[in-house]
């Protein structure tokens, strides 16, 4: 489980096809304190470390199923990509964003970026099977960022940013075009379900 509270920006360094996508990824995290099979979220993705190592900078791998690429934007990985990272959440440490289980349940497109003051307002467009669970002021996690929702318009719904999320994750470079992981909020998908189930 994770927070969507993005404690590292880290780069993807070098890709590999086995069937599967290896990649590895640069991080500033200290290495010596992350296991081999530990879950990193990546740009909201779970994922499984599975080597690490320290030089020339700190780096993991990982390995990306086909499953998890047809779902989402880690098909479009490649050396430079600047992605959030977010180590699992432990017992004790504060909940800062919300809930969020590295399940992403599909992809969002960047429609819209306009400057509002400092911060940067940005159009998402949802696929119309998930933007039922989009609520005004409530929860997203895209690409791995817990973020609160302004307003809804159909599929369409709008996120705020202000200026320490800029730098502290890769949402400075948003643009027009782009698609993100979406993972909605835990507690809609079973508010739904119970709605679902009793009818």
């Not at 993807?12 to 879950?39: K, M, N, Q």
């Not at 017992?91 to 970026?113: F, M, P, Q, R």
């Not at 599929?155 to 643009?175: C, E, L, M, R, S």
Request: charged share 25%; proline share 2%.
């Amino acid at each position: 489980m994770f927070t969507g509270i993005v404690t590292d920006i880290g780069e993807v360094l070098e890709t590999e096809r086995r069937g599967d996508l290896r990649a590895r990824i640069g991080t500033g995290y200290d290495v010596g304190g992350i296991d081999i099979g530990a879950s990193i979220a990546c740009d909201g993705v779970c994922l499984t470390v599975i080597a690490l190592g320290s030089a020339p900078r700190n780096w993991f791998d990982v390995e990306i199923s086909a499953e998890t690429l047809s779902k989402t934007n880690l098909d479009h990985w490649a050396k430079g990509t600047r992605i959030n990272l977010e180590r699992a959440l432990k017992v004790g440490d504060e909940l800062g964003g919300h809930i969020v289980s590295g399940h992403v349940d599909g992809l969002a497109e960047v429609v819209a970026v306009r400057g509002e003051g400092d911060s940067v307002r940005v159009t998402f467009r949802a696929p119309h099977a998930l933007a039922g669970f989009i609520a005004p002021k409530g929860s997203v996690a895209l690409n791995g960022t817990s973020l609160t929702v302004n307003e809804v318009e159909g599929t369409d719904f709008g996120i705020n940013f202000i200026p320490h999320t800029q730098k502290a994750t890769t949402w400075g470079g948003v643009k027009v075009g782009d698609r993100v992981n979406l993972e909605v909020d835990t507690m809609a998908r079973y508010v739904a379900r119970l709605r679902d189930w009793g009818q």
